[in-house]
């Protein structure tokens, strides 16, 4: 299936999808659609797939494909949570080395949380180890 999107509308994050067809249109057929129903394929993208669209838009020249994690969270429609970091363009997972740490949001690392020290624990302030 070929499916027509507006271009004006990934650029602003929305998919709107104006036409579909089992096969690529041909110029003369876009002419003619457009006659028909006040330019309705202008500034259009082709998108080729068994399935419509789906995921957040990024137009990539005459392409679009979905928002990788990084350009969502930079796009701020998506958010880091508890033990999450960006490797590369994904969003992976940070173990928590045991239930005494918490997640900082700023270091992006687990660090010790202090109210869960048991009786004769402490923190080596080197290493941010519980001992």
């Known amino acids: 299936m070929f499916y027509y999107y507006k271009k004006d509308k990934i650029q602003e994050g929305i998919l709107f999808c104006v036409y579909q067809s089992e096969t690529k249109l041909t110029q003369e057929k876009i002419n003619e659609i457009n006659k028909y129903q006040d330019n309705l394929l202008n500034n259009t993208i082709i998108y080729e797939g068994e399935i419509p669209f789906f995921g957040?838009?990024?137009?990539?020249?005459?392409?679009?494909?979905?928002?990788?994690?990084?350009?969502?969270?930079?796009?701020?429609?998506?958010?880091?949570?508890?033990?999450?970091?960006?490797?590369?363009?994904?969003?992976?997972?940070?173990?928590?080395?045991?239930?005494?740490?918490?997640?900082?949001?700023?270091?992006?690392?687990?660090?010790?949380?202090?109210?869960?020290?048991?009786?004769?624990?402490?923190?080596?302030?080197?290493?941010?180890?519980?001992?």
């Open 56 to 131: 957040y838009p990024i137009l990539h020249g005459d392409t679009i494909r979905p928002a990788s994690d990084r350009e969502l969270i930079e796009l701020n429609k998506l958010k880091l949570g508890e033990g999450e970091i960006l490797v590369g363009d994904n969003i992976s997972k940070v173990l928590q080395p045991n239930w005494q740490y918490k997640w900082d949001y700023v270091l992006l690392k687990w660090i010790p949380d202090e109210e869960k020290l048991e009786e004769g624990q402490y923190i080596d302030v080197n290493t941010a180890k519980i001992y």
